[in-house]
């Protein structure tokens, strides 16, 4: 595997939401095998029919903020009060899975955190999927990308970051203890908000709020 930081075009996304106490072990520790759904356009467990698979899915079909949502710029709202992203990442191990609709890396502690609005998120995994979920003014992107930050409270940070296709990634080869310092924006500054709708954990939020801005990255296709 591989990353690359270039001139292709990333969208760097801030997915923040906030979990009640009883739900922080559900949002630290998704189901290890979903694969009974995945990312691909008409596809029969594609997003279009998530909403149809589960009963306990069907929000994602009926509700007002479904996934998957496409960003559109002219909707955008900018939110200058929250300052800068503040992202401190260090080396640690870390175990890699496939689970059937992505493959996840899960720190095994001290792999460093972000700062938003003076909160602390710490980061505990990250996993990709392709192709992406998100899609951007109806474009959508070859892989994506989620890094998972939650506070001991049930506060998570999720960040997002959309691939193009291009040379190899020095973070994605790594095979020794893995430092997600790379991963980290150019700037954390003009970010953008949004809402919608989050179906990742067979489970359905509505309302949450999501934010994000530009810079570049690419991974190489195998």
Known sequence: MGRMIGSSRLLFCIFLFTLPLFSLRTASEEVEDESEFNYVEG?????SRWGEIRPEWRT???GSMQSPIDLMSKSVEII???GDLRMSYRPSNA???NRGHDIMLRWEGGAGSMHINGTEYVLQQCHWHSPSEHSIDGKRFDVELHLVHETPNGEAAV???MYKYGPRDTFLSSDAELNARPLQPVNGRNIQ???????TRRRTIEDPHYQFSADHVKIEEC
């Open 159 to 161: 960040v997002g970051i």
């Open 60 to 62: 994602c079909k009926n």
């Open 95 to 97: 175990t890699l899975k």
């Open 80 to 82: 200058s009060h929250l």
């Open 43 to 47: 596809s029969k467990i594609g997003p």
């Open 193 to 199: 908000l949004y809402t919608r709708e989050e179906r």
